[in-house]
């Protein structure tokens, strides 16, 4: 997102779109509304899945497919537009997706977070946002002059890539937990069911029991 933000304003100030510098202000409300709206998303479904499996921390990023595939989908779209000097709403709407795409996966992974270490969630939250603005300064610092080698479209299929790859790992581990959760289910049930079998042995040995003292009585 920052590096979008950093490419858009030379590329737009440039021919053939020649925009004033309020204008290009005016580009970053689409990406604005997008981050406002994403985090609002992001929240109720964080909490949905949370609720659906409240055993889990790592259900709060269960519904992170969606806003990951709109991340990549709009950097794609943005990097080509630019490259291509499309019509300017192209540019605006693959901004607005990218912008509501991090911000559904911000919120996501805060929550996640805050859950799976309420003790100690500030810090770690602190960690991961010093890690994605120094991931953030890396890229923007080098935006420039990669765009301008391989072009618009080349770089952000890149970065999108590697994001892709990194979404990639993420739905591996959250199949893992979950692979896990359920097993540990069927333990369960399985040895609750061992327990009944248990118990209804025990009863029967007791009521064998009963019965002889009853017939040595008579």
Same mark, same amino acid.
């Given at each position: ?19 004033s510098e309020?204008i290009i ?29 409240? @055993? ?28 291509? @000097? ?6 605006? %709407? ?32 602190? *960690? ?13 610092? %080098? ?6 080698? %391989? ?5 952000? *299929? ?24 359920q097993l ?12 009944? @079998? ?10 064998? %029991? ?9």
């Open positions: 997102m920052f590096t979008c933000l950093t490419v858009a304003p030379l590329k737009l100030s440039d021919d053939p779109y020649n925009l309020s202000g005016l580009t970053y409300l689409p990406i604005g509304v997008a981050m406002l709206l994403g985090s609002m998303v992001g929240g109720i479904l964080s909490d949905k899945a949370a609720g659906m499996f409240p @055993e889990i921390p790592e259900a709060r990023l269960l519904y992170s497919l969606y806003p990951k595939a709109t991340v990549i989908i709009g950097g794609v779209i943005f990097g080509y537009s630019l490259e291509e @000097e499309v019509n300017l709403s192209v540019v605006l %709407i693959s901004q607005f997706l990218i912008g509501f795409g991090q911000s559904v996966i911000m919120t996501m992974v805060l929550s996640f977070l805050t859950s799976a270490r309420p003790k100690s969630s500030a810090g770690v939250a602190a *960690v991961m946002m010093f890690l994605c603005f120094a991931a953030a300064a890396v890229f923007v610092s %080098i935006s420039v002059d990669v765009s301008n080698a %391989i072009g618009e479209g080349g770089y952000f *299929v890149i970065l999108s890539g590697l994001f892709l790859l990194a979404c990639i790992v993420s739905l591996y581990y959250l199949s893992l937990k979950f692979t896990w959760f540990s289910l069927l333990s369960s049930a399985a040895d609750d069911d061992f327990k009944l @079998e248990k118990d209804e042995s025990k009863s029967d040995e007791v009521q064998s %029991i009963e019965l002889v003292e009853k017939r040595e009585e008579l």
